[in-house]
């Protein structure tokens, strides 16, 4: 029986190591490049309990979104419990994203914006947030909104077509 050389063992050890990376990529990739708590992300527009994506401490939620037309400009409003003056990212972008070039025998006809506002105490003692979004050059689509906080790891979204 032959033995293995040092050289090739540790060209074995590689290949396996290799392979059981790619094998745990596969299997844990949610957990291992979930950008929120882990807790499960819904849209506010389709679900019928409009309820807030929560983490333990903190939530945000979106208020309806009504449809627009393409080149409207229009506000997303909604409330959170994080602290006045923290920083909110709010994000739209095509609701259907494909890999590659929009998918099979499609036009690719991507649009977004990208923002980022204040949160505000209102006249009530709320906690909100505002931030205007110009959807000029967008084309007739169904549109993402994505509003996230950084800092305290916590998303909402939200979804709006322009006909």
Excluded at 80 to 99: A, G, H, K, S
Excluded at 103 to 119: E, L, M
Excluded at 134 to 140: A, D, K, Q, R, V
Aim: proline share 6%; charged share 15%; glycine share 6%.
């Amino acid at each position: 029986m032959t033995s293995l050389k040092p050289k090739h063992f540790f060209i074995l050890l590689f290949i396996l190591c290799c392979i059981f990376a790619g094998f745990l990529l596969l299997t844990q990739e949610k957990s291992l490049f979930n950008s929120n708590t882990g807790t499960q992300t819904t849209i506010a527009n389709e679900s019928k309990s409009q309820q807030p994506l929560k983490n333990e401490t903190y939530w945000i939620k979106i208020d309806p979104i009504p449809d627009h037309h393409p080149g409207d400009q229009f506000f997303v409003n909604g409330s959170t419990n994080l602290p006045p003056d923290d920083e909110l990212t709010i994000e739209v972008f095509n609701y259907y994203q494909y890999p590659g070039v929009c998918g099979p025998g499609a036009v690719c006809q991507y649009s977004s914006f990208s923002n980022i506002t204040k949160i505000v105490r209102s006249h009530n003692g709320n906690y909100t947030f505002s931030s205007l979004v110009n959807t000029s050059g967008f084309y007739p689509l169904k549109f993402r909104v994505r509003i996230f906080s950084n800092r305290f790891q916590i998303l909402e979204e939200s979804s709006f077509y322009l006909n």
